[in-house]
Nanobody, 121 residues
Framework: VPLVESGGGLVQAGGSLRLSCTAS????????MAWFRQAPGKEREFVAF????????DYADSVRGRFTIAKDNAKNTGYLQMNSLKPEDTAVYYC???????????????WGQGTQVTVSS
């Protein structure tokens, strides 16, 4: 299932960005969606997930209270609203879908190509 991400860019600290992830060939309804990020020289880390029915949502401690994950099944699109951005949020952000929400990357079968987010101080 091709996942197409958009919305990355360059923003000053304290600013906001909204990332989008669209499934081009299949409905998102049965799938949980997650966002991960990877900074240069670091391992891919969990950011947030939302369950298929949007009943369960989980965030990494580092983003809780600043980021909001959402999923619009009618549009086959998931979102990551990022507010109060910090330089340490700089990374390539990836969306992924799978049968259940998890913090573990290997639990997701389909991944987007990644979108760069850069936060300047």
């Amino acid at each position: 299932v091709p996942l197409v991400e958009s919305g990355g860019g360059l923003v000053q600290a304290g600013g906001s960005l909204r990332l989008s992830c669209t499934a081009s060939l299949r409905t998102l309804s049965p799938y949980a969606m997650a966002w991960f990020r990877q900074a240069p020289g670091k391992e891919r880390e969990f950011v947030a997930f939302i369950s298929a029915a949007a009943v369960t949502i989980d965030y990494a401690d580092s983003v809780r209270g600043r980021f909001t994950i959402a999923k619009d099944n009618a549009k086959n699109t998931g979102y990551l609203q990022m507010n109060s951005l910090k330089p340490e949020d700089t990374a390539v952000y990836y969306c992924a879908i799978g049968p259940m929400g998890s913090r573990i990357p290997s639990r997701y079968q389909n991944w987007g190509q990644g979108t760069q987010v850069t936060v300047s101080s």
